[in-house]
């Protein structure tokens, strides 16, 4: 038995399409030539929020609003994308959202998580330990806590593999990135629940390789950095509620570096004019490396957020790699 049932899924989705449309799942012609497979694209990336994200903020906060009728609000720590889903379904239902972010975040990310009502506060150098202090500063009690990970999170997310299972059940693989692991714990359990055989692969940052090192090892395995420009994917601390589903769930975790990623965007920008932040390209990089492997397979991407800063995306259309 998966993480949830097709009945609870479909029930999810339900209560996430009262609030955003069914994002689509597109076959991009270019991107087969490109990759020599079939491609379908997951286009997470036309959400509200432009990020998979907003469908964990809707079924958290439906939840808490049951639970959790006395709390203030939420607090939680994101690079952006998760921080965005939050204070959008928080401020509709009335309630405070405070966002703790690391130094040097996106700035267009934080001005986005600010017009949708968020405080958001800057701590620390990266996101674990920006966490680590929104955890700490929960304790006082006024305000609950939103972890990376939970299960009324990947609930919601988990609508975006239904959909795109349900719409291509015959699908060979699918590639999903991995930060915290919400969304390939989503997508494998959407598998789950409707009895599939789809190989799922994780995606993860060579600068921030935790959860690839972890599956190896066999359990967690931290890293001294995250480095990368897919901010999404920059974690170092893997989550163990995260990694007990993908460990046992996905076929295999693939590494993609800095360039590698700036390819994708820049294909995903020529080949469909869809613009793809680090962690979104990221399935296409990986599938641009595995390419022989799935030659003539029916392989899904999962575009997960278009939210990239301008000067960045600039940067990488014109050749480069962004400077960390």
């Known amino acids: ?13 339900g209560l996430v399409h009262r609030h955003m449309a069914p994002t689509p799942q597109i076959s991009w012609p270019q991107l087969s030539a490109a990759t020599g497979a079939d491609v379908i694209v997951k ?3 036309h959400a509200p929020t432009g990020a998979f994200k907003v469908r964990g903020g809707v079924t958290f906060i439906d939840w808490m609003s049951r639970t959790h009728p006395e709390a203030r609000g939420i607090i939680t720590a994101t690079r952006g994308n998760h921080g965005q889903s939050q204070a959008r379904a928080a401020t509709a239902a009335g309630l405070e959202a405070k966002v703790y972010v690391p130094r040097g975040n996106s700035v267009e990310k934080n001005a986005a998580m600010r017009a949708y009502g968020a405080d958001v506060v800057e701590f620390g150098a990266d996101f674990d330990e920006a966490r680590l202090e929104a955890m700490r500063i929960a304790e006082a009690g006024d305000y609950l806590p939103v972890p990376p990970f939970h299960t009324e999170l990947v609930r919601g997310v988990a609508t975006y593999g239904f959909e795109l299972f349900s719409a291509h059940p015959d699908l060979d693989t699918v590639y999903v990135p991995i930060g915290c692991g919400s969304g390939i714990c989503g997508v494998i359990s959407a598998r789950d629940a409707l009895g599939l055989e789809c190989e799922v692969v994780g995606v993860v940052a060579t600068g921030a390789a935790g959860a690839k090192l972890s599956l190896e090892a066999g359990h967690l395995v931290e890293t001294n950095t995250a480095t990368t420009f897919a901010d999404g994917m920059a974690v170092r601390v893997p989550v163990q509620t995260a990694f007990d589903i ?4 996905a076929a295999r975790i693939v590494a993609v570096d800095d ?5 994708a965007i820049r294909l995903y920008f020529s080949a469909t ?4 932040e680090g962690a979104g390209a990221a399935p296409l990089a990986a599938l641009m490396q595995e390419r022989d492997r ?13 939210n990239i800063d301008s000067d960045w995306f600039a940067t990488v259309l014109n050749g480069a790699i962004p400077a960390l």
């Open 259 to 263: 360039g590698e990623i700036a390819d």
């Open 294 to 306: 799935q030659k003539g397979r029916k392989v899904g991407l999962i575009l997960s957020g278009g």
């Open 43 to 45: 286009h997470e990336n």
């Open 273 to 276: 004019h869809n613009a793809a």
């Open 246 to 249: 993908y460990s046992r769930g």
């Open 1 to 13: 038995m998966g993480l949830f049932s097709s009945e609870e899924l479909s029930q999810a989705a």
